[in-house]
């Protein structure tokens, strides 16, 4: 028997899952662990719907892994098998997530994005978004409705492309003789509002929720609660889930960090074939998610920010890991640039991007006086060593260098 079949073997007869999908973070759970006040907040502001009637404009802000979409995702639901009961066809419940590349990064895909959700077709591109709002009218103003539009991560487009697509969709409704468009919009940052232009604000600002992020106890709650349908009886080690709740609860109270711990932990049991999940394999899982969110951020950033991690890399290289001062980034920068045929931006702006790095843990930059020279940063690459080859392969074939 080949190396591979016995692989597949103990896959077949040992394996240590019972339902895997109940740790991946796009499985609903019937019941929401620790979000009562907050589902039923949003059954309330949504419940009119049901009568045909128009309701608030919603904004749910959190940190990641806090239940916003479940949450909502889950009354959408109640409100959908409602209207079945109740045989009625008066509210289309649309979900777009902005943080997808192909579906925020324009209005028009945007729009695109909803059109195709409501059953509509428009081309990808071409057409000019004016002509793009008038066939999105046209489709939604056919019959009386209430149409939810759900905005996940709606930060992310806002980042990308600007708040003016807001304030538009909101005043479609003007438009609109039969249907009544509403938005939820789902934040994971708590400062959004307060960056929105004033006009945007005050078309928006009907109903604000807060979802805090999870304690080591609630997580334990939810790990418990899905733990017990995804693995089989006695695969897991005593003190796995609490060891996965604490990791999470110290990254803001993550349920979904802690979900995918858990997940990860089963996968790599399983590929040491080994008969349970113990301990290590959560310290494994917790190493090996790190190292890939780091990947998908760098392969996921911006040219630009592209552009000035990869000076900084050559300049490690170059120093053999020594300090490397903004001067150095930004004349590097500037050759890469000029090779790959970007636009050259100002050194303030580089900067930026340097601190942001900073902040993401991808490098370590701690201002330093120079008395009368000014201040500078003192650039030093925190990337692990594990993932340095991987983020250069990364960023050579963004770059086309």
Do not use: W
Not at 312 to 339: F, P, Q, W
Request: hydrophobic share 40%.
């Amino acid at each position: 028997m080949s190396k591979i079949d016995k692989i597949f073997n103990s896959f077949v007869s040992h394996g240590l899952f019972k339902d895997k999908r109940v740790l991946q973070s796009n499985y609903l759970p019937e019941n929401i662990a620790h979000r009562d006040e907050q589902v039923e907040a949003v059954a309330s502001i949504l419940a009119p719907s049901l009568r045909g009637e128009k309701i608030s404009n919603l904004f749910i802000y959190g940190k990641t892994g806090t239940g916003k979409t479940l949450s909502v995702q889950h009354v959408g639901g109640k409100i959908l098998e409602k209207l079945k009961e109740i045989e009625q066809e008066s509210v289309q419940f649309v979900y777009i997530n902005c943080k997808l590349k192909k579906v925020a990064d324009t209005e028009y895909r945007i729009l695109a994005e909803i059109i195709r959700e409501l059953g509509g077709t428009i081309p990808a591109t071409g057409l000019p978004t004016d002509e793009v709002y008038t066939r999105f009218v046209d489709l939604v103003d056919k019959k009386k409705q209430i149409i939810i539009l759900v905005l996940d991560e709606i930060d992310q487009a806002v980042k990308k492309i600007g708040d003016g697509f807001i304030y538009t969709l909101t005043r479609l409704n003007s438009e609109l003789k039969n249907a009544q468009i509403n938005i939820i919009g789902i934040s994971n940052s708590l400062t959004l509002m307060d960056n929105l232009d004033p006009r945007v604000r005050s078309s928006l600002g009907e109903e604000e929720l807060v979802f805090s992020p999870y304690n080591a106890l609630q997580l334990q709650d939810i790990l418990r609660e899905r733990a017990e349908s995804a693995f089989k009886d006695g695969v897991l080690e005593e003190g796995a889930i609490s060891k996965c709740a604490a990791y999470a609860a110290r990254e803001h109270g993550d349920a979904r960090r802690a979900l995918d711990l858990l997940r990860v932990a089963g996968e790599l049991a399983e590929r040491e074939q080994s008969e349970r999940v113990v301990l290590k394999h959560i310290d494994m899982a917790k190493e090996k998610i790190e190292r890939d969110k780091m990947l998908d951020i760098i392969e996921g950033e911006p040219r630009q920010f592209q552009i000035v991690l990869f000076s900084i890399m050559r300049l490690n290289e170059k120093n053999k890991g020594a300090e490397i001062s903004t001067g150095e980034v930004y004349n590097t920068y500037k050759e890469i640039c000029e090779k790959t045929k970007n636009e050259i931006l100002t050194q303030r702006r580089v900067s930026d991007i340097v601190s942001e790095f900073d902040m993401l843990g991808i490098i370590n930059a701690p201002v330093i006086s120079k008395g009368r020279q000014g201040r500078t940063r003192e650039i030093k690459l925190a990337l692990p060593s594990t993932i340095g080859e991987k983020a250069k392969e990364i960023l050579d074939k963004a770059l086309c260098l």
